[in-house]
């Protein structure tokens, strides 16, 4: 199953300047998911990250595990996200950035879940570019009502 973008902003609360998924590739629904980010020089956040320099801030590639989870708990059959309720981030572990993410590179976010409970979940995050790993981690996750 692939996915637009029109299609991944159905599946997310967040809206522009914080969408951090343009397009999903492969999902699995229950098991695994891989989307696209394309970073492009004019981002909001590289006004400040940095105006000499632009890097893409570990918290946005973190925000796109994040949100790559969301889509596919979205898609999870009987575990699937509902129209009344959200994600919310409980834990960051072990996140690792290998290399720096810039403009113009294009990550690819594989997030797999290790493990899923009716409110809560673990997934592994895994960005690369060109084939190359730049970040790591794992992310847990809470069911709240909106």
């Not at 991944?8 to 891989?34: A, C, N, S, Y």
């Not at 989870?69 to 950035?97: D, P, W």
Request: charged share 20%; hydrophobic share 45%.
């Amino acid at each position: 199953m692939k996915m637009s973008f029109e299609e991944v902003k159905t599946h997310l609360k967040q809206r522009f300047p914080f969408i951090m998924v343009d397009r999903v590739l492969e999902i699995d629904p229950g098991v695994r998911i891989k989307a696209l980010k394309n970073v492009t020089g004019n981002e909001i956040q590289f006004l400040g990250h940095f105006p000499d320099y632009a890097i893409m801030p570990g918290i946005f590639i973190v925000e796109a595990i994040g949100q790559c989870a969301s889509i596919l708990f979205s898609q999870t059959t009987n575990q699937g996200q509902h129209t009344t309720e959200f994600l919310v981030l409980g834990t960051i572990s072990e996140m690792r950035f290998f290399v720096p993410v810039l403009p113009g590179d294009t990550m690819i976010v594989e997030v797999n879940v290790l493990k899923a409970m009716a409110g809560a979940a673990l997934v592994e995050g895994n960005v690369t570019v060109d084939g190359t790993v730049v970040a790591k981690g794992k992310l847990s996750f809470g069911r709240r009502e909106c």
